[in-house]
């Protein structure tokens, strides 16, 4: 099955879209599982399942969620996590189970015992019904850095210095204060998931998102490998897709 992609006519038409896909997802399964993710592109969905769920629209009583990734070293309460962005755009505002919570613990004394630890709670849960994806400028997703093999598993990794570039707004600006290390679902956990959406925004993607949309299947950019999942749902605003829209065109003459 060919990837469904969906390009909004702005930036907020595709968060829109976004989280109703989400929302009609935790409405229609008597026990969702989710793998969420982080990152700018996340928070204005977020704020929108937030706003439904608040507006008495949205019941999350029954989620189970995994997210993708941690920092290694850092705190569930360390602003600079990803627990506490959770905490602070989605879970501290919607009715969610603690319990019903997962999140890999980067301040585990055993990080190989903790990567397996969380690939068994996703088999107990029955897998994933929808992984959230973002992309980052390395073409990874999660923090599957290049080369990530197509089969990998919920694992420690080095962090790119483009990525750790990328992310250095939550540290001040300081790239050298973002973690060398990170915990990460795996490409092959990732591509287990029953169905995946993947959302992208803005001219800053546009190429990247050619590349893994069109370019080779290839390990150096891992986000290349959801071309081979059945399920898979790409939404983009017309800034990111306008690369991919050129390319795809040039192809069809």
Known sequence: MPLNVIIAP?????FQRAATFLADHIRGAAHPVLGLATGRTM?????????????????????????LDEYVGLSP??????????QEHLFGHVNMHP????????????????????EAAIQNE????????????????????????????TRPVTLDDVTR???????????DAVPHTALTMG????????????VATGSSKARIV????LGPLTPDISASAIRLHANCTVILDHEAAAIWKQQKSASNL
């Open 99 to 118: 319990e019903h919570v997962h999140v890999p613990d980067g301040t585990a004394s055993d990080l190989v015992a903790e990567c397996a630890a969380y």
């Open 77 to 86: 309460t360390d602003p600079r996590s990803y627990r506490h962005y959770m």
């Open 126 to 153: 029955g897998g994933l019904g929808l992984q959230l994806l973002g992309i980052g400028e390395t073409g990874h997703i999660g923090f599957n850095e290049p080369p990530s093999a197509f089969d990998t598993r």
């Open 165 to 175: 570039r990328q992310n250095a707004a939550m540290f001040g600006g300081q790239p």
């Open 43 to 67: 928070e204005s969905i977020y704020a929108l399942l937030v706003s439904d769920h608040q507006a008495g629209k949205l019941d999350f009583s029954q989620l189970t969620s995994f997210n």
């Open 10 to 14: 702005d930036t907020a038409s595709a």
């Open 187 to 198: 490409v092959g956990t990732i591509l287990e998931a029953r169905e995946l959406l993947l």
């Open 210 to 213: 050619a590349e893994a949309l």
